[in-house]
């Protein structure tokens, strides 16, 4: 089993910075592709971005491109999710997510992940 915990979220201007991270418990998850996704209130969760095992490779939902960098640190089983230039639209509760596809470069498919974090509240006023 897996336990993820997000953290960094907030109520910021647009315009400034967030950083995200999410700690990994129960098992080490260095050999597994990890995701960022979000939730808008009355909308469905979606992509926002992907990183390999390694950290070689990642994908960005157009949407972010740009803006936001996600990144990992396997030494302390944590992904982070740096948000640069925020916008209102970026606000949502922010999952970070583990696909158990070993060795896998990070899928944008919600469904291929397998373990959950609880999330964390982004909130960005214009």
């Known amino acids: 089993q897996v336990q993820l915990v997000e953290s960094g979220g907030g109520f910021v201007q647009a315009g400034e910075s967030l950083r995200l991270s999410c700690v990994a418990s129960g098992r080490t998850v260095s050999r597994y592709p990890m995701g960022w996704f979000r939730q808008a209130p009355g909308k469905e969760r979606e992509f926002v971005a992907a990183?390999?095992?390694?950290?070689?490779?990642?994908n960005y939902a157009d949407s972010v491109k740009g803006r936001l960098t996600i990144s990992r640190d396997n030494t302390k089983n944590t992904m982070y999710l740096q948000m640069n230039s925020l916008k209102p639209e970026d606000t949502a509760v922010y999952y970070c997510?583990?696909?158990?596809?070993?060795?896998?470069?990070?899928?944008?498919?919600?469904?291929?992940?397998?373990?959950w974090g609880q999330g964390t509240q982004v909130t960005v006023s214009s």
């Open positions: 997510a583990v696909d158990t596809h070993l060795y896998g470069i990070g899928s944008i498919v919600e469904y291929d992940y397998d373990y």
């Open positions: 990183i390999s095992w390694r950290g070689s490779t990642t």
